[in-house]
């Protein structure tokens, strides 16, 4: 069965911290996303993975970075946390164009 | 850039209604498209699907939708909603061009409420 985990259901985070979110799936993916979700937004992208350390931009990448050193793996960092970057955060992979993205089960961030 | 909307936020409607949710997209050209549903607690998971053949697309637990490439619409439909269709329903589109890559465009969601 296709498995994306995250690696926190919930987590509280001060301004200014470092925050990794961490995502991983077994299905042998080559591309991978991050997307928060917020009411009334639906899901933007912000960064997303076609292969091993290659990376690119999403819709709203600012204040964030990424990692991707292997392929079953994609990480997600919040440099400085802020208040305004409190939100759900949803990783999914995908096996390509033709395909359905799988979504793991998200990180509900909040930065105080 | 593609975009998507949907045209409600919220639904609220009781057991045995019908159910349509709205769903257009900016871009001209081929798409893929797709209906995704969060059940409260839950995972996204994919309802239905479009890529290309027959317009009118059945998925999952009695939903289906129908591509009208002159209306740049991908409608939800569901003759007789339960309430165990609470959920928030996203429309996703993902233009086959190669600047769009391999990343989908989610409209807003709707939030669907089902009264027993």
């Known amino acids: 069965d296709v498995k994306v985990t995250q690696s926190s259901r919930y987590l509280v985070k001060r301004t200014g911290e470092k925050v990794f979110l961490e995502c991983v799936q077994d299905?042998?993916?080559?591309?991978m996303f991050w997307y928060r979700q917020d009411p009334g937004l639906g899901l933007r992208l912000i960064y997303f993975?076609?292969?091993?350390?290659?990376?690119e931009k999403g819709d709203i990448p600012e204040g964030y970075s990424v990692s991707r050193e292997k392929k079953e793996r994609f990480s997600l960092i919040l440099e400085s946390a802020s208040t305004n970057q409190t939100s759900m955060y949803l990783c999914?992979?995908?096996?390509?164009?033709?395909?359905?993205?799988?979504f793991g089960p998200g990180t509900r961030l909040t930065v105080t | 850039a593609q975009s998507v909307s949907q045209h409600n936020h919220h639904v609220i409607l009781s057991e045995a209604a019908s159910l349509e949710l709205g769903c257009n997209y900016s871009?001209?050209?081929?798409?893929?498209l797709f209906w995704y549903v969060q059940y409260p607690g839950q995972h996204l998971q994919l309802l239905l699907k479009?890529?290309?053949?027959?317009?009118l697309v059945k998925g999952i637990k009695g939903f289906e939708a129908e591509f009208i490439k002159s209306k740049f619409s991908f409608n939800l439909r569901k003759p007789s909603v339960q309430w165990s269709d609470t959920a928030e329903y996203f429309c996703?589109?993902?233009?086959?061009?190669?600047?769009?890559?391999?990343?989908?465009?989610f409209g807003g969601g709707t939030r669907v409420l089902v009264k027993p």
């Open positions: 479009y890529f290309s053949g027959d317009p």
């Open positions: 999914a992979s995908y096996q390509g164009r033709g395909y359905e993205q799988y």
């Open positions: 871009y001209g050209g081929t798409v893929n």
């Open positions: 993975s076609y292969d091993v350390k290659m990376k």
């Open positions: 299905m042998d993916h080559e591309n």
């Open positions: 996703a589109v993902n233009a086959l061009i190669k600047a769009a890559g391999n990343k989908l465009t």
